[in-house]
C-alpha cells in the first residue's frame, strides 16, 4: 500500500542518514608535530588541535610546549631538549633588526636545521614509530622544515602543514601556489603591496635569493634524512604526502593574492571566545572613561569596549586579534613577518608604524597623538574586522572542515595541481619562451638570407 511505500521509503532514509552522521563523525587519529619552539607557532597548533579533541577526535601532539592539565583526547609527547636549543641562539632574532632582509637567515636556518635533526633523533619520535600507532592524518608546522615531511611516509598519512606567517613563499612551493613579485611582498621586506619599480626590483632579487636558499635548504634536508634513513625519498616525493596548507591569512589583513585549491586561509583561527577578565582589570578598564591603551609583544589582546588602541612589535597573532576586536595598532616591529605585517596594516589605514631606532618619548607621544586624534584609524580598524568576520564559517570551523575532509578523502588528491611537478623553468615558461625566440630568429634569419644572397 502508498503508507507502507512511504513508511519503507522513510526508514531507508533514516538508515541513510545514521550511516552518513556515523560516518561525518568519525573518530579519527590525528598526530600534529611542532617541533618549532616559537611560541606564536605552538599557540596555532596547539588550538586546532584542541578543538580537533573537543570533537571527538583522538589527538597526539608532539612538541615542546607540553599542556599545564590534562585535556580529554589529547595526548602529549614532550619533546625536551628543542627548547633550551632555541633559547641558547636567541640572540640571533635582533640581528634580523640591523638591515636587509638576508640579515639572520641563515641562523634561522641552523635553528631549523637543528630542531629537525633533534626532532628526528629524538626518543620519543622513536617509540612512536615502533608502537605501531596508525594515524589519518598529520598536522605540522611548516618553517623550512621539509625533513619533517618524511613522517608522512613513515606513519602513511597524509600531511597538512599550518604556515603560521600567512600566504608566504615558504609554503607556497609544496602546494605549486604563485606568488608574482610584482605585487606580492617578500614576508621579510618592509614594502606594502603597492611597490614602486625599484621596490619590485629589490623585491624580484629577494624572492630569487629566497628560492634559491629554500633550494639549498631542502637539499640539505634531504642529507639529514640520509642520515637516519636507508633510502630515503627524495623531497619531490615527499612533497606528495601533503594534502594541504592551512594559511594563517586572510585578504582582511594580507594584501589579495592568488590561491590554488589546496591553499586555505584560516587566518584568526587562533582567536578564543573572549574570557571574563579578572576583577581588577575589570574595574579598571570600565572605569577609564577615556579609554585604555594595551601594550603587548605576544598575543591574547584583552577585548573591551573601553581599548582605544593596541601597541604591538607586529606579530600576526597579535595583529589579527587586534582586527578581530576592532582596534587601531601602533606597531614597532622588530625582526621576520613583523616588517611587513605592520606595512600591510599602515597601508590598509588602521595602524601608524614606530621604527624601534627612532622610539623615544617624543615619537611615541606623536604617534599616540595621530592615532587617538584621528578617527580614521578606528574606522578602518573596524572595516577591517568587519571583512575578517564577515565569512561562511568562522576560521576555526573552516580548518576542521578542511582537517576532516582530507581524512574523509584519503589525503584528497584531487586537490593537488600540476603545478608542483613542473621545474622552474617549466613553471615560468622559459623554455617556451626560449623556443618562441628560436623560431623568431629563425625566421629573422631566413628572411634576411632570402633577401641579401
Request: a neutral charge; aromatic letters at 10%.
Amino acid at each position: 500500500t502508498m503508507v507502507s511505500i512511504v513508511k519503507n521509503t522513510m526508514a531507508v532514509k533514516s538508515i541513510f542518514l545514521v550511516l552518513y552522521l556515523l560516518n561525518y563523525t568519525y573518530a579519527a587519529n590525528i598526530l600534529g608535530i611542532y617541533f618549532h619552539a616559537g611560541k606564536s607557532h605552538h599557540i596555532l597548533g596547539e588550538n586546532l588541535l584542541k578543538e580537533l579533541a573537543r570533537r571527538g577526535h583522538n589527538v597526539t601532539m608532539a612538541s615542546p610546549f607540553p599542556l599545564s592539565e590534562p585535556f580529554p583526547n589529547y595526548t602529549d609527547i614532550h619533546l625536551k631538549g628543542i627548547l633550551e636549543d632555541q633559547l641558547a641562539r636567541e640572540s640571533m632574532f635582533m640581528k634580523m633588526n640591523e638591515g636587509h632582509a638576508f640579515i639572520g637567515v641563515n641562523d634561522v636556518l641552523e635553528l631549523t636545521r637543528a630542531q629537525t635533526e633533534l626532532t628526528l633523533n629524538h626518543t620519543e619520535m622513536a617509540k612512536l614509530l615502533k608502537s605501531g600507532t596508525k594515524f589519518d592524518v598529520i598536522i605540522i608546522d611548516w618553517f623550512m622544515n621539509s625533513g619533517i615531511l618524511i613522517y608522512g611516509k613513515l606513519f602513511e598519512a597524509p600531511i597538512i602543514p599550518i604556515a603560521s606567517h600567512g600566504t608566504t613563499h615558504l609554503a607556497n612551493y609544496i602546494v605549486g601556489n604563485p606568488s608574482p613579485p610584482s605585487y606580492v611582498p617578500n614576508v621579510m621586506l618592509n614594502f606594502s603591496p603597492n611597490m614602486t619599480f625599484l621596490q619590485r626590483v629589490v623585491n624580484g632579487l629577494v624572492t630569487i635569493g629566497y628560492n634559491l636558499a629554500g633550494y639549498n635548504n631542502m637539499k640539505y634536508h634531504e642529507t639529514l634524512l640520509e642520515k637516519y634513513f636507508e633510502n630515503p625519498p627524495s623531497f619531490e616525493e615527499l612533497k606528495e604526502t601533503v594534502a594541504l596548507v592551512l594559511s594563517n591569512g586572510h585578504y582582511s589583513f594580507e594584501s589579495a593574492r592568488p590561491f590554488v585549491p589546496s591553499v586555505i586561509p584560516v587566518g584568526g583561527f587562533h582567536v578564543q571566545k573572549p574570557k571574563k577578565l579578572p576583577e581588577d582589570l575589570q574595574k579598571y578598564m570600565d572605569s577609564a572613561k577615556e579609554g585604555v591603551i594595551y601594550f603587548s609583544l605576544g598575543s591574547n589582546m584583552k577585548r573591551h569596549p573601553n581599548l582605544k588602541l593596541f601597541i604591538t612589535h607586529g606579530g600576526l597573532l597579535s595583529t589579527i586579534e587586534s582586527l578581530h576586536h576592532g582596534v587601531p595598532v601602533l606597531g614597532i616591529p622588530i625582526f621576520g613577518d613583523q616588517k611587513a605585517n605592520i606595512p600591510n596594516a599602515v597601508a590598509a589605514g588602521y595602524a601608524v608604524q614606530l621604527e624601534l631606532s627612532d622610539l623615544d618619548e617624543s615619537t611615541l607621544g606623536r604617534a599616540l597623538d595621530e592615532i587617538l586624534n584621528n578617527p580614521k584609524y578606528g574606522e578602518n580598524a573596524k572595516k577591517r574586522s568587519r571583512l575578517l568576520h564577515d565569512q561562511p564559517l568562522s576560521p576555526m570551523d573552516t580548518a576542521v572542515f578542511w582537517v576532516e575532509y582530507v581524512i574523509r578523502h584519503k589525503g584528497a588528491p584531487h586537490l593537488r595541481n600540476a603545478g608542483i611537478d613542473l621545474t622552474w623553468y617549466q613553471y615560468i615558461m622559459l623554455d617556451v619562451a626560449l623556443f618562441l625566440i628560436v623560431i623568431l630568429l629563425a625566421i629573422i634569419f631566413t628572411v634576411l638570407y632570402v633577401i641579401y644572397r
